[in-house]
């Protein structure tokens, strides 16, 4: 899902994006085998861990990507160029949501790339804004989004006993906009703020070692005060004011829903790996690395590959359903071995993925 121009590829974003993707694989095969409850408790800590982050470090990264491809144009202020930017950009986020509706019509009802899709077309309107707007529109959207939540039934289409698994009304035109804007898995309130901060990480210099160091150090304080505050909110006002399940509605950090804490915490999270990422490369740059840069170069096609040959494979054994989460880990563990020997294989041969090339030819 990469959108950067090449000249200006920074290969640690590339090993973040496949370490993103490995925890995608694990959140997805877990919940399409029906297995994220059926472990040991370690076990389902873990699974919990990548739930909602991995996701949220793909979009951050795509945020970050869609600035540096758009870098030139920003710093002039040229207008023929920045239209011409607009115009790549919204022509990709089509291709994306054309490609994330299918696979959703076809049965893969946890797609993200329709609305990351939409946070592409969004974010390009907004290219040339100065870092402060954004962080103000980052501000204003999650006070909406919590508003929102607030205000409004999260749990609304969602089938009464299949609880986020199944979306009623999702074809209808009320039903649709509902669970793009506001409840589905990846509602642009508030999931556009990470895409957004994204594209403010990436106005930075991310070759600056000491900039790096802020960031990382801004982003572990960050998720350390988003979670212990988190706790502490729960705990007090289910002693004074709400009961549990209210308190964990508002206060969470998990991603049902995706309350302010959540975006802070995860924001954070994904600074984390990001910068994390972008060190290990620069300083312990082998086989293995490389191999995982490959992969993550290839992230939209092992994304929409997962859903036709991972969940198909699972569909031809008879695993999708009661499966235990040490099985689904499992699967998930091999199928991105799978996809990092695929990568390795296929970027001795092309320097482009299929959908990757796909993308660039649609919009070029």
């Known amino acids: 899902m990469a959108?950067?121009?090449d000249n200006r590829r920074i290969e640690g974003l590339d090993f973040a994006r496949a370490l993103a993707m490995f925890g995608m694989f694990?959140?997805?095969?877990?919940?399409?085998?029906?297995?994220?409850?059926?472990?040991?408790?370690?076990?389902?800590?873990?699974?919990?861990?990548?739930?909602?982050?991995?996701?949220?470090?793909?979009?951050?990264?795509?945020?970050?990507?869609t600035a540096l491809m758009t870098r030139q144009a920003r710093e002039t202020k040229d207008p023929i160029l920045l239209r011409k930017n607009r115009l790549t950009l919204w022509k990709r986020s089509f291709l994306l949501f054309v490609i994330g509706i299918v696979l959703y019509a076809v049965g893969w009802t946890g797609d993200i790339l329709h609305y990351y899709g939409v946070y592409m077309f969004v974010a390009a309107c907004l290219i040339a804004q100065s870092k402060k707007m954004m962080m103000f529109i980052i501000g204003v959207i999650l006070i909406l989004s919590q508003w929102l939540q607030i205000q409004f039934n999260y749990f609304a289409g969602w089938h009464p006993t299949y609880v986020l698994l199944e979306y009623l009304d999702f074809w209808t035109p009320a039903g649709f906009i509902r669970n793009l804007m506001f409840n589905?898995?990846?509602?642009?309130?508030?999931?556009?703020?990470?895409?957004l901060t994204g594209m403010v990480i990436g106005t930075l210099d991310l070759t600056n070692r000491s900039l790096r160091k802020i960031l990382l150090v801004m982003g572990l304080l960050l998720v350390i005060m988003t979670e212990t505050f988190s706790t502490i909110f729960i705990k007090m006002t289910t002693i004074h004011l709400l009961d549990v399940e209210s308190a964990l509605y508002l206060f969470d950090t998990g991603p049902i829903p995706p309350n302010t804490m959540y975006v802070l915490s995860n924001s954070a999270s994904a600074i984390v790996l990001i910068v994390g990422s972008i060190y290990l490369v620069e300083t312990c740059k082998n086989k293995v690395i490389e191999a995982l840069i490959f992969t993550g170069q290839l992230s939209l096609t092992h994304y929409v590959g997962h859903v036709f040959i991972?969940?198909?494979?699972l569909i031809v054994c008879q695993k999708l359903e009661n499966q235990t989460l040490t099985f689904s880990m499992l699967y998930a563990c091999c199928y991105f071995v799978g996809c990092v020997l695929v990568s390795v294989w296929w970027r001795a041969k092309h320097r482009r993925g299929p959908l990757e090339f796909l993308m660039r030819k649609w919009s070029s």
Do not use: K
């Open 3 to 5: 959108i950067r121009d």
């Open 26 to 65: 694990i959140v997805n095969f877990g919940v399409i085998t029906g297995s994220t409850t059926n472990g040991s408790t370690w076990l389902m800590a873990l699974q919990n861990l990548f739930e909602g982050r991995a996701s949220a470090v793909f979009v951050m990264l795509a945020g970050i990507g």
């Open 184 to 195: 589905g898995y990846h509602p642009l309130f508030p999931w556009i703020c990470f895409f």
């Open 310 to 313: 991972g969940i198909g494979i």
